[in-house]
C-alpha cells in the first residue's frame, strides 16, 4: 500500500504511512504563472491500493485532490481511498435560501467519483457522507482531543452552541466532568451574539470545545462571559483550526489554544494520524 498526499499534508501523510506500515509516495504539485495546477506522482503504483490525503481547503486543493485522483486511476491503482482530514464546504450541506446550492454536495460529487472510498475527520455533519456516491465514513478525530485535554484536568466542557453539543456531550463524558451548552445566533459571518445561561464556573478550567474555528468569534465570545463569570483559565480547543483573519487576536482573553493537525498551524498540539490509521 502507498499513501500520497497533497500539498496541505505533507507532515499527516508521512505520519500515517508510518501508523499503516506502508509506503509514502512523493507528488511533485506546483502552479504555472497563470494558477492552473499541476501534479505528478513519482513512483510506480500499478497494482497497489493507494490512499491519498489532501483537505478541499483552500479552494486550489480542490482542483489538486481532483489532478491527484485521476493521476492514481490512469497510473493504475488497484484502489484509491481518499481521506479528507478537513473537509471544507461541509458547513453548506442544505439551502439555506432560494438560489443557493448544496456545496459541500458539490464538492463532494466530482471526489467520489474518483475514489473507491472516503474518510473524513470529525465532519461537521454526517449528512456531507452521503454526498460522495461511494463507501464515505467519518473518523472521530475527538479521542486524540480528549487525550490531550485530560492534562488540563478541565472541571467543566462547554459547548459554545446547540450544534456542538453531540461532540461536547462526547468530550463531557471521558473527561469526567460537567457539560453546559450555551446559546448562540449568528448575526452576519463575523459576527455571534452568545447566551451563556446560568453556570456556575468560579474557579475552574473551563474548555470550550467546537469543531471549527475559523474568525474566532464563537469561541472569543464564549471565552470572555466565562470570564467575567470567573473561570480561572479559559481553553479553546477545536479539530479544525482554520483561524483567519484576525482570530489570533480576537482569541486573546483564551488561555491556551489547541486544534489537531486536520489544518496545520501554530495551534496544532495533537494528530489525527492514529485515529485515521485505526479507521483505515
Ligand atoms: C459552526 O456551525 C461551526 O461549528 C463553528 O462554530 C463555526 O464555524 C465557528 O466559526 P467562527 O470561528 O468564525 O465563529
Given at each position: 500500500m502507498f499513501v500520497v498526499s497533497g500539498s496541505t499534508h505533507q507532515r499527516l501523510g508521512v505520519a500515517l504511512a508510518q501508523e499503516v506500515g506502508a509506503e509514502f509516495c512523493g507528488v511533485i504539485n506546483k502552479s504555472f504563472p497563470d494558477g492552473e495546477r499541476y501534479v505528478r506522482i513519482l513512483?510506480?503504483?500499478?497494482?497497489h491500493e493507494v490512499v491519498v490525503v489532501q483537505n478541499t481547503f483552500p479552494d486550489e486543493s480542490i482542483v489538486e485532490l481532483l489532478l491527484l485522483l485521476e493521476a492514481l486511476r490512469e497510473a493504475g491503482a488497484t484502489s484509491i481511498t481518499t481521506v479528507i482530514p478537513y473537509m471544507g464546504y461541509?458547513?453548506?450541506?442544505?439551502?439555506?435560501?432560494?438560489?443557493?446550492?448544496v456545496s459541500a454536495r458539490a464538492v463532494a460529487r466530482p471526489i467520489g467519483a474518483l475514489s473507491d472510498r472516503i474518510f473524513t475527520v470529525s465532519v461537521h455533519t454526517d449528512e456531507v457522507l452521503s454526498f460522495f456516491g461511494c463507501p464515505a465514513q467519518d473518523v472521530d478525530g475527538l479521542q486524540e482531543a480528549v487525550r490531550y485535554l485530560?492534562?488540563?484536568?478541565?472541571?467543566l466542557v462547554v459547548?459554545?452552541?446547540?450544534?456542538?453539543r453531540g461532540w461536547c456531550t462526547r468530550a463531557a463524558r471521558e473527561l469526567k466532568v460537567p457539560l453546559h451548552v450555551m446559546s448562540k445566533v449568528r448575526l452576519d459571518d463575523r459576527t455571534v451574539e452568545t447566551d451563556s445561561g446560568r453556570v456556575s464556573v468560579k474557579g475552574l478550567t473551563v474548555v470550550i470545545l467546537d469543531d471549527i474555528i475559523s474568525t474566532g468569534g464563537t469561541i472569543a465570545m464564549a471565552a470572555r462571559l466565562l470570564k467575567e463569570k470567573g473561570a480561572s483559565q479559559v481553553l479553546a480547543a477545536c479539530?479544525?483550526?482554520?483561524?483567519?483573519?484576525d482570530a489570533a487576536n480576537r482569541l486573546r482573553g483564551c488561555d491556551d489554544i489547541l486544534s489537531s493537525d486536520t489544518l496545520e498551524g501554530i495551534?496544532?498540539?495533537?494528530?489525527?494520524a492514529p485515529a485515521i490509521a485505526a479507521a483505515l
Amino acid at each position: 500500500m502507498f499513501v500520497v498526499s497533497g500539498s496541505t499534508h505533507q507532515r499527516l501523510g508521512v505520519a500515517l504511512a508510518q501508523e499503516v506500515g506502508a509506503e509514502f509516495c512523493g507528488v511533485i504539485n506546483k502552479s504555472f504563472p497563470d494558477g492552473e495546477r499541476y501534479v505528478r506522482i513519482l513512483r510506480n503504483i500499478a497494482g497497489h491500493e493507494v490512499v491519498v490525503v489532501q483537505n478541499t481547503f483552500p479552494d486550489e486543493s480542490i482542483v489538486e485532490l481532483l489532478l491527484l485522483l485521476e493521476a492514481l486511476r490512469e497510473a493504475g491503482a488497484t484502489s484509491i481511498t481518499t481521506v479528507i482530514p478537513y473537509m471544507g464546504y461541509a458547513r453548506q450541506e442544505r439551502t439555506f435560501q432560494d438560489g443557493e446550492t448544496v456545496s459541500a454536495r458539490a464538492v463532494a460529487r466530482p471526489i467520489g467519483a474518483l475514489s473507491d472510498r472516503i474518510f473524513t475527520v470529525s465532519v461537521h455533519t454526517d449528512e456531507v457522507l452521503s454526498f460522495f456516491g461511494c463507501p464515505a465514513q467519518d473518523v472521530d478525530g475527538l479521542q486524540e482531543a480528549v487525550r490531550y485535554l485530560k492534562g488540563f484536568e478541565p472541571g467543566l466542557v462547554v459547548a459554545p452552541d446547540e450544534g456542538a453539543r453531540g461532540w461536547c456531550t462526547r468530550a463531557a463524558r471521558e473527561l469526567k466532568v460537567p457539560l453546559h451548552v450555551m446559546s448562540k445566533v449568528r448575526l452576519d459571518d463575523r459576527t455571534v451574539e452568545t447566551d451563556s445561561g446560568r453556570v456556575s464556573v468560579k474557579g475552574l478550567t473551563v474548555v470550550i470545545l467546537d469543531d471549527i474555528i475559523s474568525t474566532g468569534g464563537t469561541i472569543a465570545m464564549a471565552a470572555r462571559l466565562l470570564k467575567e463569570k470567573g473561570a480561572s483559565q479559559v481553553l479553546a480547543a477545536c479539530t479544525h483550526g482554520l483561524f483567519i483573519e484576525d482570530a489570533a487576536n480576537r482569541l486573546r482573553g483564551c488561555d491556551d489554544i489547541l486544534s489537531s493537525d486536520t489544518l496545520e498551524g501554530i495551534y496544532t498540539r495533537y494528530s489525527v494520524a492514529p485515529a485515521i490509521a485505526a479507521a483505515l
